[in-house]
Every structure is written in structure tokens, then in C-alpha cells.
């Protein structure tokens, strides 16, 4: 029997609900859920993180209500108030001290992460409609990203550019080696470095994206974040339209479509999504599961959408354990390496919500199967091995709690409507 069918719901939502609630802070009136705060994990993970947040949230919906709708909370109150930066949401919100060192300041970074809080705060709200809870996150997403268009979109084409691999979230991914000026075999203290060494310097230049193009700092335009933008920004007019504001739906509908076509006309070649080097807008030439979360911002056309469902199913990107960062035959496949072909379940459910969005539905079946597997294995690890599943980097790590939507939606459980 599958391991969907036979899961005991309850039992993942107690086993869900208990690790959480071990990581989960409350400081400064806020309460959030750490990325991990096991001895043994990266000391960093006490922190609050943006995207873990909206993972975290989407898990909390399952069966805590409040807590999923906190922990977007808690992200809009660290939103920047003042300077050119207004607006923008920090990657990394330390409110008991910790960023002084890369940052400059203790409470937060100065680079914000993939932009899922709209889209996270619409999925709350179709199962548990809650208008006031919209309201009051809706001034500070539509600030959120006026930031992005005014300070991460130099060329004004609508694509967003990073300036730190940090705030792609996929932090030492073999696609930002060269925009590192890093070797393509490079060693996890060398890349870890390097990136640490980044940060300062962007402080240095204002973290103005022009700035650091000008001056030949590391500077992408990455597929999967381009998508969950335009996914946010559709996410926004929705919100726009349940707080019966029909015309900003128009507008946040249409910067979700102007994302899009700029996708097409400049990510995508020969059918298939590539990352853009920020200065030239060259293709950066390095697989990666990536473009398969192009889906989850609707960026494709049905026929591109084909092909990479096809290309998904092949073995290299489909091993026991899909799906790995990178595919398995490529050269800087390393499974056991950070971000350098391991499984996190965090890109798996934006794959599988792309799969469902084009009409994948077995695909989209198979991978919440083999994510299930993957956590009924191991346990709720940081990433896994593609290949032995076994669990890699810190444990208990919060962000795996979202295979419980993936068997919640499988399943067709009904989510509380009521906190
Ligand atoms: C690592 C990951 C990043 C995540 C953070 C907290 O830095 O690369 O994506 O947000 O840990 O889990």
C-alpha cells in the first residue's frame, strides 16, 4: 500500500504539531517557529526566516490556525520602516541580537527571501476565509514588493534580481558559483566564506542593486524566484479583490502578468526556463530543479509545461528520492553537499504545487508520495540524500512539517475553517 494511504492523519498531525511546537519562540509579542534550535544546528536557525515561515504556516494550518496566521504576523512586523530599504521584509529577523557581525545591525538582515507571504496568507484564507487578517497584512505586502520593483529591478524589465545567494534560499547552489567567482568543485567552508564575505560588502554599497551590478558583485536573475514572485503578486490581487478593492486586483494582476511575459521573453530558451546572469542576461548554464518551480508561478505555456513534466520524470532528476537540487548525472551533483543535489522538501512542494497548477495531478501524487516516505523514513531533517533518503544537516528542522499539506491535500482532508 502507498504510504499516502496509509497514513495515520492524526498521527502525522500529533508528530507535525509536536516538533513544531518545540521549536516554536515568543519574544516581543511576537511567536514564530525556528528553523531548527536542536544544540547541534547552525546557530543562526533561532532566528525567524521568511520563506521557513510561510512553510511553517502552511503546515500550522492543518490544525492551529492562530500560530499559521502569527507566523506571517511576526514577518510583517520586522518589515523596514524607514530609508531605501522601506518596505522590504529581512531574510533573517534576530530579535534577540545575532546580525551585527554581517550586517551591521543586531535585529535583522538587509536581504529579504523567496516572496511566499501572500501566497501563504490565500492558502490560509480559501479553506478559513478571515477579511480583517487580510487587512491587515495587505498595506505591508503591497510595500513589500513596490520594494522589490524599486530596488531589485535595476533594468525595469520586471524580472527581480538577488545581490546574496542567501536570498534565494538556496544558499550554495552550484547555479551561483560562477556569479561567486567560485570553483564548480568548490568545498563547503570555502563557498560558506565567501558568502559571509558578501554580506558586509553589500552593506558597504547600500545594498543598491545597480551599485553591485556596476561593481561586478554577484548579481542573478533566478527562475524559481521569478516565478514565486509572480505567483505573490497574483496572490495579491486576489487578496486585493476579497478586501473588495477591485481596482489594485486589476493592477497586482497585471504586474503578475507583466512578470510572466517577461519570463518568457527573456528566461525561457529552446522551451526551457534558464536563470540569467544579472549583468548580461546570458542563461546561466547549470541544471537544477529550479525550473520545475517555474510551474508554481504559472510562467509557462501548456507545451513548455509538458516538456519539463516529461523531463521531470526521467531518472536523473527522479531518483528514489526526488527531487534533487541538481540532477544526479550532473557534475556538481554531490548529494551530501549543502544545496548541491540533496532533496528539500521545500522546493518538492513548490514543485508539486506547479504540477497541480498545469494539471500533473499523478506526478504531483508521486512526489507527495516519495516526500512522505522520505519524512515516515528519516524524520523531519533540514534535506535528505537523493538516493539512501537518509537525513542531512540539522534535526528536528521545522520546514519539513510541510509534507503534511502535500498528505492533507492528497488525502482530501478537510483543513479547520476556524482558528
Ligand atoms: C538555510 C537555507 C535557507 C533557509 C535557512 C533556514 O540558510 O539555505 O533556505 O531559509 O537555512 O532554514
Redesign the pocket.
Known sequence: MSVIAAANWDEWVAKAAAMLRANRIEIDGCRYTA??TSPTA?P??VHQ????SCFHALAYRWFDLAMARDELRALVAAQLQDGPDAGMIP??ISRRGGSEQLWGRPDHSLIT?PPLIAVTAMLLHADAPDVPFLAELYPALCAYHAWFDRRRDPDGDGLICLIHP?E?????SPRWDRAMGLPCDVAHEQGARARAELAPRLVELGCDAGALLRAGSYCVEPVDYNAIRAADLEALGEMAAALDRPQEAMEWGGRAARVREAFQRKMVRDGSPYDLDGADEQPIVQESAAQFIALFGGCLTEAQAERLAAQLRQPRHWPRFPVPTSPTDAPAFVPDQ??RGNV?L?VNWLIYMGLRRYGYVALASELAERSLALVAQSGFW?YYHPLTGQGLGSTP???SAIVLDMLGRERGIEPPRQA
Do not use: I, K, R, V
Request: charged share 10%; net charge negative; no cysteine.
Open positions: 528553523p531548527a547552525n543562526a536557525y526566516f521568511l520563506w521557513d531574510h533573517m527571501q542567501w534565494s534560499g538556496w544558499d550554495a549543502y544545496w528539500w521545500s533540514e528542522q521545522s520546514w
